[in-house]
């Protein structure tokens, strides 16, 4: 499978000195391949690049950049072709990442510090083969909307190489491995374009099924199994032959509620992605609720949790209780005491959506103005925010003129788009004068 070979293979350095090797596997990387070599550059002492089939500039590219290029026949099985890259490496420790992956120039440096820091101490080196830090998924605009940990650094020790032919995981216990949020690895492979590759999620739905037939009651391939089933289903391809949103609906909440093996981090989202499609489907409460309870019990005052069960005591009714946690969360947002992994440390502005769903079923009209002002601000495309800011707006005596001037600092009164959202806002919300006057902006805007 490996078609190239070098002269002579550097030797592994000695313990007390780092040399970094960089790996990664890729097939049409092309438009990422500059920016995945070009962030190790100043830190790695050799780059290593296993093609595995790119029709593409992709390895000439790589070759230009001064990379390792080796060939590496695709067999369906990603831990295959990562074993076979971290053969071709010398140096004592390696950063695997994707060519979808890379580190700001500040915490490259930072990752390098932790490793040397760990190479140079025997208790440590012996101890932690392996280093976890988060990862940061971005959308196509670049700001992140999810946050998860992965392991990209490790010792290059002969025990340490992947299993599994998806989502593959490095043969090592959870023990003995370090982690950090010294540094954070950026990742553009879930955004929303990517999500649009069906055939990407295709592929993984297959080698999935393949390997649970082969392991039945593995809840991790199951999870796995559901976010490509979600992939596949965000992505509005569905071939007819399978309803992928409600099998990942079925794997998340099996996985959840299971008391058997499972990484830690896997439970938590299939816990997370159960509570939310069960309430996206419009489930009882009650079901909602049992699994609300049941993420609690197994990590209590989880800040992710507690606002999923404040949406389901809203819908149960409980509004005082429900505006408690919700306070709560909003006290520890302003104190920074929310784990950045959590959902709504990276929005914020969900908890506030449901503070404006909450106070305008309870009348507060304060709370309604206070709370949209900020969610709108933030993203303004929220209609459904948007309709309760203008009713509670003129239930609080201000005219069409005040409310006009108050959207102007959220909305381009200019942009043809924008006025069409107010007006398509108003009109939901019964505000018809408004809804006309707005149209009738936006079709001036549009004749002009």
């Not at 050799?46 to 067999?75: N, P």
């Not at 990742?187 to 592929?203: C, F, I, Q, W």
């Not at 391939?221 to 559901?226: H, I, N, P």
């Not at 929005?347 to 304060?366: R, T």
Request: charged fraction near 25%; proline fraction near 4%.
């Amino acid at each position: 499978m490996g078609k190239k070979s070098l002269k002579k293979r550097n030797p592994v350095p000695p313990k007390q000195t780092i040399q970094l090797s960089q790996c990664m596997i890729v097939k049409n990387e092309e438009k990422n391949i500059g920016k995945a070599l070009g962030w190790a550059k100043g830190i790695a002492f050799e780059q290593i690049v296993v093609d595995t089939g790119s029709t593409d500039r992709t390895v000439e590219l790589a070759e230009q950049m001064g990379a390792k290029v080796y060939h590496f026949e695709w067999i369906n099985d990603f831990s295959a072709a990562k074993n076979y890259a971290i053969g071709q490496a010398t140096g004592n420790w390696i950063a695997f990442l994707d060519a979808d992956e890379y580190l700001s120039p500040e915490d490259a440096k930072k990752m390098l510090a932790l490793v040397k820091k760990i190479q140079s101490e025997p208790m440590l080196r012996a101890q932690y083969p392996a280093i976890m830090s988060p990862i940061v998924q971005l959308n196509d605009q670049g700001k992140p909307f999810g946050i998860d940990e992965q392991i990209r650094v490790y010792r290059n020790i002969p025990s340490l190489r992947y299993i599994g032919r998806i989502h593959e995981m490095l043969s090592l216990d959870f023990k003995n491995i370090r982690y950090t949020d010294d540094f954070s690895i950026m990742h553009t492979g879930y955004a929303k374009s990517v999500y649009t590759e069906s055939l990407k999620a295709d592929r993984n739905i297959a080698i999935l099924r393949e390997e649970l037939a082969e392991r039945p009651d593995d809840l991790n391939l199951k999870v796995y199994l559901a976010d490509a089933l979600d992939a596949k289903a965000k992505s509005g391809e569905q071939d007819g032959s399978i309803d992928a949103d409600a099998e990942a609906e079925a794997l998340y909440s099996e996985a959840a509620y299971s008391d058997g093996q499972i990484y830690t981090q896997l439970r938590r989202r299939a816990l997370l992605l159960a509570m939310d499609k069960k309430l996206m489907t419009g489930k009882p409460v009650s079901e909602c609720e049992r699994m609300c309870l049941r993420a609690l019990s197994l990590f209590p005052g989880d800040p992710d949790y507690e606002y999923y069960h404040a949406r389901v005591l809203r819908k149960m009714g409980d509004h005082g209780t429900a505006w408690s946690i919700l306070r709560n969360c909003e006290t520890k947002l302003i104190k920074g005491s929310i784990d950045k992994k959590a959902l709504i440390a990276v929005k914020p502005w969900l908890v506030f959506i449901e503070m404006v769903l909450l106070a305008d079923e309870s009348g507060d009209v304060e709370s309604v103005v206070k709370y949209a002002t900020m969610v709108l601000m933030e993203n303004k495309t929220q209609q459904d925010i948007l309709s309760p800011y203008i009713a509670t707006m003129f239930r609080s005596g201000n005219t069409e003129e005040d409310i006009t001037a108050i959207l102007a600092k959220i909305y381009n009164m200019s942009d043809p788009q924008d006025v069409l959202f107010v007006a398509h806002a108003a009109k939901k919300c019964g505000a018809i004068d408004l809804a006309r006057t707005m149209a009738r902006l936006a079709g001036s805007l549009i004749n002009v």
